[in-house]
């Protein structure tokens, strides 16, 4: 007597399953991701130019305050310069410095990680020592300190920044290359005859590159505050270019006269970005952390 057998049906996949990931930050990927769109289209969308001013409209209120107007939909700061226009170009600004600086970190801090965790001996003491001094020292102060030697430039913040942040990354990663270096994987690249560099940029830097891209994420924020406090204090992304950290500077003597929006608003932005950064990165490391993906 045969059985006929039916073969078991494998159910579709949902449609965007993706986006019911467990814990999927929606919120805060949405708001990046405006913030970004905002940054490529600023030529686009500004209604203004974002340098240029009319002292006849200072001050102007935003459009659902007394005094305020469709025209300037968010106020006018004190040289008459519309404040939304500045807001979008000041997205495109802290987007650059901090997605570069963070990749200029990550790349220094990876590659110098990846050599002293597999190389060890004498070059291992001289990285963790040289990263062990520029972590002993407050970021924010050795920033200022630098930025005041080089002066302030869009390109000059992304060296400074990164320079001064690729510390994080080489401690991180160099912790886990120690582990890696021993697995059996590399053992046999070894005895396979395989050249340190080939193991270290084919066997080791595949498996670190995950701690790589969560690092990033949560150092984004940190840059972005950073570089914000930098030219809050006048030694970041020169005048008149609108970076939020110079509007805060710039409104902060306005807002005890009731010019709130001139620091609220930049205020704001800053802190949205930075949040949803954080946010991201910290799902980002829990789904890719393999002790913690099950949780």
Not at 125 to 133: E, H, P, S
Not at 202 to 207: D, K, Q, W
Not at 227 to 236: I, K, Q
Request: charged share 15%; proline share 6%.
């Amino acid at each position: 007597m045969s059985v006929t057998t039916h073969p078991t049906a494998v159910p579709a996949p949902e449609p965007l399953a993706f986006w019911r990931l467990k814990g999927f930050p929606l919120l805060p990927v949405l708001i990046l991701l405006v913030i970004a769109l905002v940054a490529i289209f600023a030529d686009v969308l500004a209604p203004y130019d974002p340098e240029i001013g009319s002292l006849a409209r200072r001050f102007r209120p935003p459009a659902w305050q007394e005094g305020g107007s469709m025209a300037h939909l968010l106020g006018t700061d004190h040289v008459g310069r519309d404040v939304l226009s500045r807001l979008m170009y000041g997205a495109r600004v802290s987007m650059i410095v901090g997605l570069a600086a963070v990749l200029f970190a990550g790349v220094l801090g990876t590659f110098l990680g990846i050599v002293s965790g597999y190389l060890g001996g004498w070059v291992d003491q001289v990285i963790m020592r040289l990263t062990d001094t520029w972590l002993a020292l407050p970021g924010l102060t050795f920033a200022i300190f630098l930025a005041a030697i080089v002066g302030p430039s869009e390109l000059n913040i992304i060296f400074i920044l990164g320079g001064v942040y690729w510390t994080r990354y080489a401690r991180v990663i160099r912790s886990e290359v120690l582990s890696l270096k021993e697995r059996e994987f590399v053992n046999l690249a070894v005895v396979a005859g395989c050249s340190r560099r080939a193991i270290m940029w084919h066997h080791i830097l595949p498996n670190v590159i995950n701690s790589a891209i969560v690092l990033a994420t949560l150092m984004l924020g940190i840059v972005i505050v950073t570089e914000a406090a930098l030219s809050f204090l006048g030694v970041g992304v020169p005048p008149p270019r609108p970076a939020w950290g110079l509007m805060l500077a710039d409104g902060k003597k306005g807002l005890m006269v009731g010019y709130w929006w001139l620091t609220v608003l930049p205020g704001l932005c800053i802190m949205l970005m930075v949040l949803s950064a954080n946010l991201l990165g910290d799902w980002l490391r829990v789904k890719l952390d393999p002790q913690l993906r099950q949780l």
